[in-house]
């Protein structure tokens, strides 16, 4: 399950999903064993998102005024794997705007025009820094050893930015 909250509401860079869903599985550095092509496709969702709701995938909160989003997708039906471990990262790229981009960047780079596009189409896909929270579930039959403590609230909230911050930054 994966929440978002778009902190890039008030600018032509509202699009946030197009980040690469990726499992490293069992040893796995450089390359990973299952590679997606982008956060919509993932969720069954393909060029853009709805509120979508089925048994093994969907998006039940879609709010682009407020820059809320939650999907979930289960893997009942293709399931991942592993013997070892287990590592699962989603890429934080957004697409938007090229003069956006530019701005945001400046001469830094950190965009890139989106493949099949042309310059006078002014599209691009360009790194993001949204908030992100997700969970995992999976299904264990071996015992296993206890997993350490979570850090208190506190600390897995400190850096957050909150709403009065959020808008400040539009």
């Given at each position: 399950?994966?929440?978002?909250r778009?902190?890039?509401?008030?600018?032509?860079?509202?699009?946030?999903?197009?980040?690469?869903v990726?499992?490293?599985?069992?040893?796995?550095?450089d390359?990973?064993t299952?590679?997606g092509?982008?956060?919509e496709?993932?969720?069954?969702?393909?060029?853009?998102?709805?509120?979508?709701?089925t048994?093994?995938?969907?998006?039940?909160i879609?709010?682009?005024?407020?820059?809320?989003?939650?999907f979930?997708?289960?893997?009942?039906?293709?399931p991942?794997?592993?013997?070892?471990?287990?590592?699962?990262?989603?890429?934080?790229?957004?697409?938007?705007?090229?003069?956006?981009?530019?701005?945001?960047?400046?001469?830094?780079?950190?965009?890139?025009?989106?493949?099949?596009?042309?310059?006078?189409?002014?599209?691009c896909i360009?790194?993001?820094?949204?908030?992100?929270?997700?969970v995992?579930?999976?299904?264990?039959?071996l015992?296993t050893?206890?997993?350490?403590p979570?850090?208190?609230?506190?600390?897995?909230?400190?850096?957050?930015?909150?709403?009065?911050?959020?808008?400040?930054?539009?």
């Amino acid at each position: 399950m994966l929440g978002v909250r778009n902190l890039y509401t008030a600018h032509l860079a509202e699009w946030w999903g197009e980040g690469e869903v990726k499992f490293y599985l069992d040893g796995d550095k450089d390359w990973p064993t299952v590679c997606g092509t982008g956060t919509e496709d993932y969720i069954g969702s393909g060029w853009g998102t709805q509120e979508t709701i089925t048994p093994h995938q969907g998006a039940c909160i879609i709010d682009d005024d407020k820059g809320y989003y939650s999907f979930y997708r289960f893997h009942i039906m293709d399931p991942v794997y592993f013997s070892r471990d287990i590592r699962v990262t989603i890429q934080q790229l957004g697409a938007g705007k090229e003069n956006w981009a530019r701005e945001f960047y400046g001469d830094a780079g950190g965009y890139y025009r989106a493949v099949g596009t042309k310059e006078e189409d002014g599209f691009c896909i360009f790194e993001r820094s949204d908030d992100y929270a997700s969970v995992a579930y999976w299904y264990q039959t071996l015992p296993t050893t206890p997993f350490p403590p979570l850090p208190s609230r506190k600390m897995r909230s400190a850096y957050l930015m909150d709403d009065k911050n959020k808008e400040e930054t539009k």
